[in-house]
Every structure is written in structure tokens, then in C-alpha cells.
């Protein structure tokens, strides 16, 4: 089983539609981050949380240490937010990365 | 300022060849990451570099593999005697200080097919 476990890994969704990714991690970790990848491969770094919940425009990231699970939501979706995210966490190395497989969202027009 | 950059963008090889990546990141990142990302697969961690520190290469998955980094500038990934299962995305990545808990900045990544 992997440390780091996102569902669902595919999601499709109508333009709107609101969005909820998930990640579960079975180890201790520092700090979890959400990453988002285009298509063509760029990845670039949306949240990066230790606790409680973090917001940046339409996205918003909630984590629960007891529980050891994170969520990402994207109110109101968009085509252009059509991309693989990916959850990565910290475990007690100061900058190793455990990374989840990523959860691919496709979001209609 | 430039992002993180990596060269070549695609690269084709024979089996048993050598390949060369480069990484430049963002100018004032002391920290330097390179992972491998394989088709259906998570991203890897490779090895990470920490200003003169020595580096953490526990990633790296056989001797094959092998990088350098001069400085805190340019770091070459070096893979000898290429095999398929090489072939995947080699993302590299910087940050500010290399404490973790910060923010890593992505390069485009090298696709490499090894034929």
C-alpha cells in the first residue's frame, strides 16, 4: 500500500460542478502539499499546509492531522482548471517529498 | 526573474547509451531537487542538493545514476548505460533555503525514451 493514497484517480466534471480531490497518508508527516500538473507536464505548487485550512481564490485546502487526510475543493470549476493534482507530503525530513499517484480532473465546458 | 529551467526538453536514446540532463534553477535557491516521474507513477524523489552540503542521493535508484551540482547554480543528472525502464519525465525543482517546509519551484522537465 502506498503512504500516500488520493481518490478519485480520475475525475470528470461540468463546467460549475463544485470539486473535491482527497488524499490520505499513513505516516507522521510535518507538512502536506497540493500540486497542480498541466497537461505538457509543468507542475506548479498550490497549497502547502500543516494544519486547518488554507484558501487562494477558487481553491481551498483542509487538512486533519488526527485523521490524516487532506481535501482539495475548487468552487465553481473551470475547463482551464483541467489537470492532474497531486498531494505530497513531509515526513520528517526537512525536504524529502512522499508523493501521491495524482488525481486527474477533466472539467467540461 | 527566470523560472527553473531544464535542458533538452525531449530526449530520445539508444539502449546503453549515456544522457545528460541539465537543471538551472531560480537564481538565490540554494536548494536543488531532481525527481523522476514515470508513465502511470507518482513523482520519485531522486537526490536533493543543500548549498556545500553533501547531497542526499538515497533516491537514486541503481549507480547508474549519478549528479553533480556546481555550486549553488547548475546541477547535471547523469544516467550511463541507459535501459527502458529509464525512460520517464526527469522533473527538477528549486527553493529558497532547502528547510521543507517552503515552497519547491518546478522546471518543465526532460522527457527521456530510451528505445
Known amino acids: 500500500k502506498n503512504e500516500v493514497e488520493q481518490s478519485p484517480q480520475n475525475l470528470t466534471a461540468q463546467e460549475g460542478e463544485f470539486i473535491t480531490i482527497n488524499c490520505s497518508y499513513s505516516?507522521?508527516?510535518?507538512?502536506l502539499h497540493w500540486l497542480q500538473q498541466h497537461p505538457g507536464g509543468g507542475i506548479v505548487s498550490l497549497f502547502m499546509l500543516s494544519s486547518g485550512k488554507k484558501k487562494h481564490g477558487r481553491l481551498i485546502a483542509t487538512i486533519n492531522i488526527q485523521e490524516k487526510h487532506s481535501s482539495l475543493h475548487i468552487t465553481a470549476s473551470h475547463p482551464r482548471d483541467s489537470a492532474v493534482y497531486i498531494c505530497a507530503v513531509l515526513k520528517g525530513s526537512n525536504y524529502k517529498l512522499t508523493f501521491g499517484k495524482g488525481t486527474l480532473l477533466t472539467v467540461n465546458p | 526573474g527566470a523560472g527553473v529551467s531544464q535542458s533538452p526538453s525531449n530526449k530520445v536514446t539508444e539502449k546503453g547509451k549515456d544522457v545528460e540532463l541539465r537543471c538551472d534553477p531560480i537564481s538565490g535557491h540554494t536548494a536543488l531537487y531532481w525527481y523522476r516521474q514515470r508513465l502511470g507513477q507518482g513523482l520519485e524523489f531522486l537526490i536533493y542538493?543543500?548549498?556545500?552540503?553533501?547531497?542526499?542521493k538515497s533516491g537514486l535508484p541503481s549507480d547508474r545514476f549519478s549528479a553533480e551540482r556546481t555550486g549553488e547554480s547548475v546541477s547535471t543528472l547523469t544516467i550511463q548505460r541507459t535501459q527502458q525502464e529509464d525512460s520517464a519525465v526527469y522533473l527538477c525543482?528549486?527553493?529558497?533555503?532547502?528547510?521543507?517546509?517552503?515552497?519547491?519551484?518546478f522546471g518543465p522537465g526532460t522527457r527521456l525514451l530510451v528505445l
Open positions: 505516516v507522521g508527516i510535518s507538512a
Open positions: 542538493f543543500q548549498g556545500n552540503s553533501a547531497p542526499d
Open positions: 525543482a528549486s527553493s529558497l533555503g532547502g528547510r521543507g517546509q517552503e515552497t519547491q519551484y
